[in-house]
């Protein structure tokens, strides 16, 4: 094995302080240190943060319960057990098809926001925003409950459980094709549980999409030949 040849003259002279080159030749450039937390800079779009179960436009929840997520993550940090819709009473329904995300927790004590739970999702009910200030006071307290995941009801939602919109399926929420409540949907909440604040406001989301409905079928063709 050949040696390292040693230096001579300047190379020789400079060569204990030939490592201190990069630290000198920063000293001289603009500091990047962020003032945190007086000066918070924005993240990254795509920054993996706090995670958020999403909602359908009519209200109803996207995680079906499948533990897809749970079952991914290399920290055990997902805790997900499923229900069935059918036990709901009188048709109702938490999330599309036949199951829902009964008991949905993360350990953020483990968590390592690797990212691959939201990969794993089949309906994009979990993703993660750009939230990252989750210290806590307790070991309790960082492992969020599924109401502390879920996302809240935007105006216009109607709160589950209550029945899927009708002549749907669990492909068409899937695929986007309801846009919000419907109006059998609206009364069916009103009949049992005619104290929901989310009823009005659902009411009106629902007699807009009738009005544009009927104004897109009534509007007369316009163009063709003259």
């Known amino acids: 094995m050949s040696e390292i040849p040693k230096k001579k003259g300047l190379g020789e002279l400079f060569a204990p302080v030939a490592g201190f080159g990069v630290t000198f030749s920063s000293m001289f450039k603009p500091t990047v240190t962020e003032q945190y937390p007086f000066e918070k800079v924005p993240t990254k779009p795509r920054f993996h943060g706090r995670h958020q179960l999403n909602r359908y436009a009519d209200g109803l929840e996207k995680c079906i319960g499948c533990e897809l997520c749970a079952w991914v993550c290399p920290a055990d940090a997902i805790y997900v057990e499923g229900s069935d819709n059918a036990d709901l009473p009188d048709g109702g329904h938490i999330s599309p098809g036949e199951r829902y995300g009964s008991v949905y927790q993360i350990n953020y004590l483990r968590c390592i926001f ?113």
């Not at 089949?122 to 070991?139: H, K, S």
């Not at 409950?145 to 899927?164: I, N, S, T």
């Not at 068409?172 to 309801?178: I, K």
């Not at 604040?197 to 009005?211: C, K, L, R």
């Open 114 to 226: 690797c990212g691959l739970c939201i990969e794993a999702c089949p309906t994009r009910a979990l993703t993660m925003g750009n939230d990252f200030e989750l210290a806590g006071q307790t070991r309790e307290g960082l492992i969020w409950e599924k109401d502390d995941l879920l996302a809240p009801l935007r105006e216009g939602m109607l709160a589950a459980p209550h029945p899927m919109v009708e002549g749907t399926t669990d492909t068409d929420y899937y695929m986007g094709t309801v846009t919000g409540p419907s109006t059998d949907q609206v009364d069916w909440v009103r009949e049992q549980r005619p104290h929901d604040p989310t009823v009005d406001s659902a009411a009106q989301a629902a007699d807009g999409q009738n009005s544009a409905s009927t104004g897109a079928t009534d509007t007369p063709a316009t163009g063709g030949t003259r």
